[in-house]
């Protein structure tokens, strides 16, 4: 058996930049991609090549003579790669974005074909998405949280209001009867009666909406939980029922009458989004592309 020069690559890569998530980067793999890397050749060698510390991979002095003897071949083998390799294209840049399924599904769907660098989007929750990009595998995210890594930065942009959303065969009249005089336990009572649409991933909006205007927690299930806030807003286009759902996710459907808006609460509840990136990137220019996309389809 012998070494993989992929991995001799990778172990160059950390010994340089100093981090897990700088070597990828450099490579554009992932960063797990990076640890097995360096996990395989560690177990080959049979030494530990770096120590763990915080924010930090500091070489052990195996390492050190392992770089010491790599490094100037490594070096020439780069050299004659860039000679000889026939490129029949531009190299693209890959850029990673962290958001919610109906966020990219609204903004940059239609604006995929037209980038000039690749694009590979997550979904997920906020707090993993914030994880990933202060690790290096998301280089954006769209978030209305903002997390603690000092690594990271936020930047305001946007307000996202929840709704309160009805199917426009919904019949509402005793319901704009309540609200007009603001009698908040009977349109608590009210909302309690009717059909409930929500989502298993976002069953926040419904919570937090509830909070809000209301002072407790919702005490009933939804009577129908769908896949995602698109499939709800399809599910109540031209039917009955009710959802809380962010404003700008069914702006289409309000302008084709499909859904109505019946309720905003006595104060409307908005949640501030936030672009969120690495203090230092090497992408700046392609999420400045990015950055400006988004805000033309809010409209900022």
């Not at 897990?20 to 060698?45: C, D, K, R, W």
Request: with cysteine.
């Amino acid at each position: 058996m012998r070494w993989n020069l992929e991995w001799i690559r990778t172990f160059k890569a950390i010994y340089e930049a100093g981090t897990l998530s700088a070597a990828a980067q450099e490579l554009f793999i992932s960063q797990p991609g990076v640890s097995l890397h360096l996990n395989s050749l560690e177990a080959y060698t049979g030494y530990k090549l770096f120590d763990r510390a915080a924010r930090k991979m500091v070489p052990t002095e195996k390492g050190k003579i392992l770089y010491n003897c790599v490094i100037e071949p490594l070096n020439k083998l780069e050299v004659a790669e860039q000679h000889f390799h026939k490129r029949s294209q531009e190299e693209r840049t890959t850029i990673s974005v962290g958001m919610c399924f109906e966020t990219f599904q609204y903004t940059l769907e239609e604006h995929i074909a037209k980038l000039p660098f690749n694009l590979i989007i997550k979904f997920g929750e906020y707090p993993q998405m914030q994880q990933d990009l202060d690790n290096g595998l998301l280089d954006l995210i769209i978030t209305p949280q903002k997390g603690n890594q000092q690594n990271l930065e936020y930047k305001a942009f946007s307000k996202e209001r929840l709704v309160l959303i009805a199917g426009s065969q919904t019949d509402t009249r005793d319901f704009k009867k309540l609200t007009d005089t603001n009698k908040t336990k009977e349109i608590e009572h009210f909302l309690k009666q009717q059909l409930w649409y929500s989502t298993a991933a976002d069953m926040e909006h419904l919570k937090n909406f509830w909070l809000a205007h209301f002072g407790t927690h919702p005490d009933f299930s939804p009577n129908f939980i769908v896949p995602n806030i698109s499939s709800i807003i399809r599910c109540l286009s031209g039917a009955t029922g009710f959802s809380v759902v962010p404003d700008f996710l069914c702006s289409d459907a309000l302008s084709a009458k499909k859904i109505q808006v019946v309720w905003e609460g006595a104060i409307p509840l908005e949640n501030t989004l936030y672009f969120g990136t690495r203090k230092k990137t090497m992408y700046s220019k392609e999420i400045e592309t990015l950055e400006k996309l988004l805000k033309e389809k809010w409209k900022v």
